[in-house]
């Protein structure tokens, strides 16, 4: 089975491009989670979903971050304007909502820099 | 407030066991997850815990007390190819909700 698909896997941008990542989840998983890794904060929650809902966007750094689930099987995180301490590794990560032994499964995740 | 605490490095040789510690203080407890990550990958899940006690997966075993706010992975029969860093997760809430990372301890296994 094909787990969570994250693209673009790398992306090198200037500061102040607009900047769009995209994650497809496993089939069936009905919660989708956004993640920011650094190596100062570790793994950050940004926002998460069930059923294409926002649960919790209180990660979201500021407005310049927005995210959308328009379906089950597709989600974008746009940064607009972008910068530089917006370089990190983005993680998307999905699951099943019931079940609590349920654990998130992670995509390969985008590793974002910003000049 | 919200806190998960876990050594930031540790070395062992091959072979070896190994027990890597994770306390945490959340409003909420609906279960502890571990996850490894080698270098320029995504975590992968490695266990879960949401009663006291032991559970035993192959090498890798994890334990959980609530009370203590306190759990740790034991890692035995040490390979290479367990040099990773080993995330602590909590659930505070019920399934379909988001987990608090740890910030990782990096293991570094050698010959």
């Known amino acids: 089975d094909a787990g969570v698909i994250q693209s673009p896997r790398h992306e090198v941008t200037e500061m102040g491009q607009e900047v769009t990542l995209r994650c497809k989840p496993i089939?069936?998983?009905?919660?989708l989670f956004w993640y920011r890794q650094t190596m100062m904060r570790g793994l950050e929650l940004l926002i998460y979903?069930?059923?294409?809902?926002?649960?919790?966007d209180s990660g979201m750094p500021e407005d310049r971050f927005s995210a959308k689930m328009p379906n089950a099987s597709f989600s974008t995180l746009k940064i607009q304007p972008s910068e530089p301490r917006d370089s990190a590794v983005y993680f998307c990560?999905?699951?099943?909502?019931?079940?609590?032994?349920?654990?998130?499964?992670f995509g390969d995740g985008t590793r974002l820099s910003i000049l | 407030g919200q806190n998960i605490d876990q050594p930031t490095e540790m070395t062992a040789t091959e072979g070896a066991i190994v027990q890597i510690n994770c306390t945490y203080q959340?409003?909420?407890?609906?279960?502890l997850f571990w996850y490894q990550q080698h270098a320029g990958e995504a975590p992968t899940f490695l266990s879960y815990?949401?009663?006291?006690g032991l559970e035993e997966k192959g090498r890798f075993s994890s334990f959980l007390s609530r009370s203590k706010g306190y759990s740790y992975l034991l890692l035995k029969e040490l390979q290479m190819k367990d040099s990773a860093s080993y995330l602590c997760?909590?659930?505070?809430?019920?399934?379909?909700?988001?987990?608090?990372f740890g910030k990782g301890t990096t293991l570094s296994v050698s010959s």
């Open positions: 979903f069930n059923n294409n809902v926002p649960i919790d």
């Open positions: 089939s069936g998983h009905n919660s």
């Open positions: 997760a909590v659930r505070e809430n019920e399934a379909g909700t988001a987990l608090i």
């Open positions: 959340t409003s909420g407890f609906n279960g």
């Open positions: 990560a999905s699951s099943l909502t019931q079940g609590r032994r349920q654990p998130q499964h």
């Open positions: 815990n949401v009663l006291d």
